[in-house]
């Protein structure tokens, strides 16, 4: 019976495998890494070399200007100062959505799961039926409710809207969580003299790291690349990055300035991709080991 | 120190109830250790001491004060749980002095006392370390540490040698009452293992279906038992039962075991002459029944009966012996020259001997 442990004849490799799988996999990479060379390419070149050469052509004659023109200068529906004024307007929104939204999923999962009360479960079922309704749907009431309230066609209005919507889901991820999180640390906090917050602030969110990552990563691309919500609340001056990206593109005076616009898109993108790179590190394993047995 | 009473205390959970009125006091200094198998309560009662589970029904009474309605935090207590439930974004220091930071003990006091702490358990060289770098007997200790630090009037374990493997767990073990004899402090612990319960306690509460079976010290317990649960419970090999008939002529009574089988029992006490005529069991430790010549050959009645099987654990052997259709466990000399299928003459000890109720499993005295 000895044989029945070796590797099956199918699994079994010849010597060009990793030709084939790497060759795939590199081929397929290519595919998908071609649009974003193609827009570094153009955002580097002059307007006067695109308009003439081909669209993959390496420049001849590299410059910066674009990236310059599209940050400070360029025209954003009737203003022309560049696409900085909207950065920062994603950047607050982002951030402070961002950090409200993780930071309240964090308190309702913790009360999810460790604080259980009569009816925590169907609460929860209630805030997850959240995550399935689509954002167009709630477009006419919310713009309603955010008149109301005062804060229609303002960053705060914008980040009212991420932080609700992003409840559902950061709640969703801090509860499953915080369900494996052992139930004896609470009650050993408890008997140390631990009570609601600090039981929270000491032992839940110091062990938190790896969920808050995710949650991070989660919340701050979705909030960073809406286009909808932003296009829909927002007027002018406070518009956020994606929204003013469209005005820039979507410009009908002038020569089309290809290599601006690549160069907008490109800063538009930075921040997610930069959460990514740094994110990823802290995106590790293994943090509870230790808190119970072995 | 402080004493410890439990008053009748009930807990449900909805239509279950898994405590059913339990009283036990407990003196201060003593070692109380509750026992019984899985789902018998034990952890529950422990978590209503605590003060992590709400109490349905009567009072729990730490020095005096009945504390149902206070924070786990401020019953002084301490508690070690069979996880550890260390702190993984501390150190063993900061696991250690958590509970007098949270209550604002200066920082020179704590350091001071958990070096003190540190040092009892000999784990001052490990304080920087983070729990997931040590071993499992090295966060025993430090959860040991957490507790003691706190001074509390009353210490909670929580099944806390279970997660240890078998060397440790002893070593351990001796350790705990090392530390019991030498602190005097007032410990309730969890466990479902007979040798601890035996082993630690001062007195043991044997526990079954949310109720107490007996109270008692582990001599008591182990000799006296007051049902054939907790008969069978505490002791490995288990107590014998050994079924039969009482009979009785004159000044003799004897054991009717079968057909074939039968020994002297001697003098009834009152309440077990009421059995005479009818079925009873008879409870006999596995030492209780020995092959020793001297023994044999003299008063103590004599059972006879054939060999199944012969188990040499080192300082005796063990041997199952057949009765009247029935078996029984004898601890037996290590040198015995018996072998399975030889029949033999085995002395029954009448003092060891206790009876109980067939029907109701209740001792008969």
Redesign the interface.
């Known amino acids: 019976m000895a044989q029945t442990w070796d590797t099956p004849q199918a699994m079994r490799r010849s010597r060009w495998t990793p030709f084939v799988i790497y060759g795939l996999l590199g081929f397929f990479a290519l595919v998908y890494l071609l649009p974003l060379v193609v827009m570094l390419l153009t955002s580097f070149k002059p307007l006067t070399e695109i308009y003439s050469g081909s669209i993959i052509a390496w420049p001849q004659q590299w410059t910066v200007d674009p990236w310059i023109r599209a940050w400070g200068s360029t025209c954003v529906g009737l203003s022309c100062n560049g696409i900085k004024g909207y950065f920062w307007n994603s950047t607050k929104m982002t951030v402070l959505a961002v950090i409200i939204s993780t930071g309240v999923g964090m308190l309702n999962g913790y009360v999810l799961t460790k604080w259980r009360f009569k009816g925590s479960n169907v609460l929860f079922g209630l805030i997850l039926f959240g995550c399935f309704i689509p954002f167009q749907i709630v477009l006419i009431p919310m713009a309603h409710l955010l008149g109301k309230m005062g804060i229609a066609s303002s960053t705060t209005g914008l980040v009212f809207v991420h932080v609700v919507y992003g409840l559902c889901f950061t709640t969703l991820y801090f509860r499953n969580y915080y369900m494996a999180f052992?139930d004896?640390?609470i009650?050993?906090?408890?008997?140390?003299?631990?009570?609601f917050f600090?039981i929270f602030l000491?032992?839940l969110v110091?062990?938190s790291l790896p969920i808050v990552v995710v949650t991070v990563i989660w919340q701050f691309t979705n909030i960073w690349n809406d286009f909808l919500f932003g296009a829909s609340f927002s007027t002018g001056e406070s518009a956020p990055m994606t929204v003013a990206l469209n005005n820039v593109v979507n410009t009908s005076t002038g020569e089309r300035e290809y290599n601006v616009h690549m160069a907008a898109a490109m800063i538009a993108a930075l921040p997610t991709l930069l959460v990514y790179i740094f994110g990823g590190r802290y995106f590790v394993r293994g943090?509870?080991?230790?808190?119970?047995?072995? | 120190m402080a004493s410890l009473e439990i008053i009748n205390i009930k807990k449900r959970f909805g239509d279950v109830e898994v405590l059913k009125g339990i009283d036990i006091a407990v003196e201060a200094g003593e070692f109380l250790v509750l026992v019984g198998p899985s789902g018998c309560g034990k952890s529950t009662l422990l978590?209503m001491i605590?003060?992590?589970d709400t109490v349905t029904e009567g009072d729990i009474v730490i020095g005096g004060k009945r504390v149902n309605d206070l924070?786990?935090?401020e019953r002084d207590?301490?508690?070690v749980?069979?996880?550890?439930?260390?702190?993984?974004?501390m150190s063993v220091e900061g696991n250690i002095a958590?509970?007098m930071q949270?209550?604002k003990v200066p920082k020179e006091e704590r350091q001071r006392a958990v070096q003190e702490a540190a040092k009892v358990l000999q784990i001052d060289h490990l304080l920087q370390r983070?729990?997931?770098?040590?071993?499992?007997g090295q966060?025993q200790r430090v959860a040991m540490g957490?507790a003691l630090v706190r001074k509390p009037r009353i210490f909670l374990f929580d099944e806390p040698l279970s997660?240890l493997d078998a060397q440790l767990r002893v070593d351990m073990r001796t350790e705990i009452k090392k530390l019991h004899q030498r602190l005097g402090a007032t410990i309730v612990y969890v466990t479902h293992d007979q040798i601890e319960a035996m082993t630690l306690a001062t007195r043991i509460a044997v526990m079954r279906n949310g109720e107490l079976q007996q109270l008692g010290t582990p001599a008591e317990i182990y000799s006296q038992p007051s049902n054939t649960f907790v008969a069978g419970f505490m002791g490995s090999p288990r107590m014998n039962l050994l079924p039969g008939v009482l009979r009785s002529e004159g000044d003799g009574a004897w054991l009717e075991v079968g057909a074939d089988a039968r020994f002297s029992v001697g003098a009834l006490p009152r309440a077990v002459s009421a059995y005479v005529g009818k079925e009873i069991l008879a409870g006999l430790r596995p030492e209780a029944i020995s092959d020793n010549a001297d023994a044999v050959n003299g008063n103590r009645p004599v059972i006879e009966a054939t060999v199944e099987v012969t188990e040499p654990t080192g300082p005796d052997t063990l041997a199952l012996l057949a009765v009247g259709g029935c078996e029984l466990t004898a601890r037996l000399r290590p040198d015995t020259s018996l072998k399975p299928g030889d029949r033999g003459r085995f002395a029954v000890d009448l003092a060891k001997m206790v009876w109980f109720d067939p029907g109701s499993g209740a001792r008969v005295r």
Do not use: T
């Not at chain 1, 943090?287 to 072995?294: D, P, T």
């Not at chain 2, 749980?81 to 974004?89: G, M, W």
């Not at chain 2, 983070?130 to 499992?136: H, K, N």
């Open positions: 052992p004896e640390l009650k050993s906090a408890m008997i140390d003299g631990a009570r600090s000491r032992i110091p062990n943090l509870m080991a230790g808190s119970v047995k072995g | 978590n605590a003060g992590l924070h786990p935090s207590i301490a508690m749980f069979q996880s550890y439930a260390l702190y993984p974004n958590f509970g949270m209550r983070r729990p997931a770098q040590l071993s499992g966060r957490r997660n």
